[in-house]
């Protein structure tokens, strides 16, 4: 098979690329502008095997069709995105334009090269702010009413997805829609399991990425926003998963696809953690107690959200390896240690 990666040197398409090289023999080709990803990223999946890497914007769609066409693509994993959401806010186009234009773009290329199978990158964003949250977590089936530009770029990616695919028989895709990803590679190479990629993107706003980076030092405090939700201690809950669960799910994907009709799945672990609790846990594994102070809520923060995976568990046979939060929180501060 030949695979072409989008964002394969950001945070998650790294991941999945690594276990591409490490366990399959495909061909692979990396597409990536590099706005966020980096040739560091690079130079690390490099030593694991060889693989192609093409710097490119998606917008750039005449090039984009004649990689599909000389490099003889059948599949494409598609992570390349914008992904803050306050800036989606702040500046939509960019989120419409690089999001659901550029995918529009590629789902296009892909059918006129006979791609087919299309895996995409979705987001929980696409269920907004839930007025309940259901017992089991939230399923498939569940509203999907975006609050923010982000999460209804996306779902439009959704929707082309699923039109193109009720027109062309030959083209399946897999939606998955990531709960909250952390954690860094866990490398099987060292002894101690040191991550040899991680997120690298600059401004963090991810909680897990921000508790790391104070236990490392490189920022004196921060504040857990709003504690007066209605949840087990007032602070905020999510579903963590760790990167390389996640990136499992993709290559099981493709497997699935082969007898299996198109489908969207969540993929969390369908359990809840606070703020509070997350915080604890990183000062724990780090043995640092950094400052935390209490800030307002931010603005379009849900209570709780937390995933339904039984559909992933049950038609793809996913088994999550690494459901431990010290082990995100850990591997989440090695990467950023190096
Ligand atoms: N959060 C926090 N302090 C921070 C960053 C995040 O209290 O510095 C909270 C945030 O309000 C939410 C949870 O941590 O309740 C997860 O936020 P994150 O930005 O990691 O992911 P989101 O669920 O917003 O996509």
């Not at 199978?117 to 309940?132: D, L, M, N, R, W």
């Not at 770029?153 to 939606?175: G, H, N, R």
Request: glycine share 6%; with cysteine.
């Amino acid at each position: 098979m030949n695979i072409l990666v989008t964002g394969g040197a950001g945070y998650i398409g790294s991941h999945v690329v690594k276990q591409l090289l490490e366990t399959t023999s495909y061909t692979i080709v990396v597409l990536d502008n590099l706005s966020t990803g980096s040739h560091q990223t690079l130079d690390s999946l490099g030593k694991v095997r060889d693989f192609k890497f093409i710097e490119l914007d998606l917008k750039e769609f005449d090039s984009v069709n004649m990689i599909l066409k000389e490099n003889n693509i059948d599949t494409i994993l598609h992570f390349a995105a914008s992904i803050v959401v306050p800036e989606s806010v702040e500046n939509p186009l960019k989120y419409y334009l690089n999001n659901t234009v550029n995918t529009t773009n590629l789902i296009n290329c892909a059918v006129e090269n006979k791609v087919n199978k299309f895996i995409f990158s979705s987001t929980a964003a696409v269920y907004g702010e839930p007025t309940y949250l259901p017992l089991n977590g939230v399923d498939e089936e569940f509203l999907t009413k975006p609050i923010n530009p982000y999460g209804m770029s996306k779902l439009m990616s959704e929707k082309v997805l699923e039109d193109t695919a009720k027109a062309c028989s030959d083209f399946k895709y897999i939606i998955f829609r990531y709960f909250n990803v952390a954690g860094a590679d866990v490398n099987y190479e060292d002894e101690q399991l040191k991550p040899r990629i991680g997120q690298s993107f600059p401004n963090a706003t991810h909680l897990i990425k921000i508790a790391s980076e104070c236990a490392c030092g490189k920022r004196e405090k921060m504040a857990i926003f709003g504690n007066d939700f209605n949840t087990k201690d007032g602070t905020g809950v999510r579903d963590y998963i760790h990167v390389d669960d996640l990136a499992n799910a993709h290559i099981k994907a493709m497997e699935y696809l082969e007898n299996n009709s198109s489908d969207v799945f969540n993929i969390g672990y369908g359990q809840g953690y606070s703020v509070k609790e997350v915080i604890e846990t990183m000062q724990t594994v780090t043995s640092v107690k950094f400052t935390v102070n209490s800030a307002p809520r931010r603005a379009g923060d849900p209570a709780a959200l937390i995933s339904d995976n039984t559909k992933i568990k049950t038609k793809m046979n996913w088994k999550p390896k690494y459901n431990n939060l010290e082990l995100i929180c850990k591997s989440s501060f090695e990467w950023e240690k190096r």
